[in-house]
């Protein structure tokens, strides 16, 4: 029986952990901390990149947030800092002892939403 990314994510308990861990990274993050910090409703947003993350790994949750385009909408986000998030959500999946596997799987598919959100 072949297991979904969710799964092998840890289901719901493990992206919780992994997106708190995530966003704690990203507003420590010297190069796109501020992007961060102007957030009003840090849970809001953390509930909503474990609703993303479930949804899209194959999990029950669905997504109730906005699509990735609008949510960067007027940002211009550069690769550097693209970069800086991805190498963010890889610490954190190492500290929270994903396999490898499955760590390359999460950066493979976020490179591929990198046209949804760079420069909008």
């Known amino acids: 029986m072949t297991t979904t990314l969710y799964q092998r994510l840890g289901g719901e308990a493990g992206i919780t952990r992994l997106v708190t861990d995530v966003v704690a990274n990203h507003y420590r993050n010297p190069l796109i901390r501020s992007r961060f910090e102007v957030v009003k409703d840090r849970a809001a947003l953390e509930r ?3 609703e993303f993350l479930s949804a899209g790994s194959g999990g029950p949750q669905a997504y109730s947030g906005r699509d990735l385009v609008s949510a ?3 940002m211009n986000v550069s690769e550097q ?5 991805i190498d963010d959500i ?3 999946m190492t500290k929270n002892d994903l396999d490898l596997s499955v760590q390359n799987e999460v950066v493979a598919i976020l490179y591929s939403l990198k046209g949804d959100v760079l420069r909008r």
């Open 72 to 74: 960067h909408k007027g």
């Open 81 to 85: 800092e693209l970069i800086a998030a």
């Open 90 to 92: 890889v610490a954190a």
């Open 48 to 50: 909503h990149v474990c």
